[in-house]
């Protein structure tokens, strides 16, 4: 019996390792934010989980939904539209710059 407490346990506490793995990758991927909103994030949660002995998924929620939650909390709301433009503005420039490379035949 207590083998598969340990099995349980242990599986418990891998998938605890890949949400904690996930959620700041999820969270870096949002825009507008930093490493000390990421960092921020992790502390928050941990501390979370650490108090009320919870699974980060049964107390919060699947990392991608928290981290964009986490991400329209802690990040200012001009920052990340400012970070949208951006994005979008790169984004149209890789655009045109592979347009252009397959009409050159680059």
């Known amino acids: 019996m207590a ?19 996930r959620f700041p990758v999820r969270l870096a991927a949002q825009p507008g934010v930093d490493r000390a909103v990421v960092l921020q994030a992790v502390k928050d949660v941990t501390a979370h989980c650490a108090h009320t002995g919870e699974h980060p998924r049964t ?8 981290a964009v939650q986490a991400a329209a ?6 920052r990340a539209a400012r970070a949208r ?5 790169v984004g149209a420039l890789g655009s045109v710059r592979k347009r252009a490379g397959d009409v050159a035949g680059l």
């Open 59 to 66: 107390a919060i929620s699947e990392p991608d939904a928290c």
């Open 85 to 89: 433009r951006h994005d979008a503005v």
């Open 73 to 78: 909390v802690l990040v200012p709301a001009d």
């Open 3 to 21: 083998k598969k407490d340990r099995t349980v346990d242990a599986a418990g506490e891998k998938d605890r390792e890949k949400w904690m793995a």
